[in-house]
């Protein structure tokens, strides 16, 4: 390949990028607030079908809990929510500090946020300090987790 040509296939592919629409960092932060939102909803009302619109299948994800060890693909996740389903009650979660991070492509993203985490295990009552990291792509569309870390704040 001659001089010429190669400067004419890097000039068309900075064209090209250059012609990529720009993202609307505003419209992607909102959307991804929205899923956060929306997780907190399934947990709390213990909405397992919309959880498992939200969050990846994928058999190889890995996400921690405030408890326990790591929570490998989709299957195990499923059974750790039903878990905390079939052991907690009046479940309520009030979100804080939410800082979302959207990635140049503006297809993929992560955020950050607190939670005032209240339930009752029994008669026993639940407040516990929960630090969260999210990470979402945007897959067919929509906007799904795909790891998430939880833990509990010291002190």
Known sequence: MNTHSILTVAFCACIGAACQPAVDVESVEAEVRAVLDRYITCVEQEDMEHYAQIVAHDAD??????????????????????????????????Q??????????????WATSLWQFKATAGEAPLDLPVRCTWQLERRDGNWQIVHFHKSIAAG
């Open 96 to 109: 804080s500090d939410v800082k979302v991070h959207v990635l140049a492509s503006g297809k993929d993203a």
């Open 61 to 94: 994800m890995t996400n921690f809990g405030a408890f326990g060890g790591p929570i490998i693909g989709w299957t195990s996740l499923q059974e750790v929510m039903e878990g905390q389903n079939a052991m907690l009650d009046a479940i309520h979660i009030d």
